[in-house]
């Protein structure tokens, strides 16, 4: 089992920044693949970003290429989602998911998820 938690949701204004942690325990939960994904209100679950185990590779949606950016630091157990240039359309919950695989975009290949963070953009 892992536990994810996530943080650092919030308001801020559009063009600002915001910088999500997620803190992970349970077994060996270093070794997971980590994602971030997004859901808005009447919208389906969408792939942000994702890091493999060992941060060697990342990958991206096309809507935040350029402007978000996903790490982790495994000593810590934790992932980060440093989100720069904030747009009002980026308003959703964020979730963090941990996944067996290498790395992957497909919310149904992600074994555990965190609770969510909200992160409202205003205009």
């Known amino acids: 089992q892992v536990q994810l938690v996530e943080s650092g949701g919030g308001l801020v204004q559009a063009g600002g920044s915001l910088r999500l942690s997620c803190a992970a325990s349970?077994?060996?939960?270093?070794?997971?693949?980590m994602g971030w994904f997004r859901q808005a209100p009447g919208k389906e679950r969408e792939f942000v970003a994702a890091i493999s185990w060992s941060g060697g590779t990342t990958k991206y949606a096309d809507s935040v290429k350029g402007r978000f950016t996903i790490s982790r630091d495994n000593a810590k157990n934790t992932v980060y989602l440093q989100m720069n240039s904030l747009k009002p359309e980026d308003t959703s919950v964020y979730y963090c998911?941990?996944?067996?695989?290498?790395?992957?975009?497909?919310?149904?290949?992600?074994?555990?998820w965190g609770q969510g963070t909200q992160v409202t953009v205003s205009a």
């Open positions: 349970g077994r060996a939960s270093s070794y997971y693949c």
């Open positions: 998911a941990a996944s067996s695989q290498t790395i992957v975009a497909v919310s149904t290949l992600y074994n555990y």
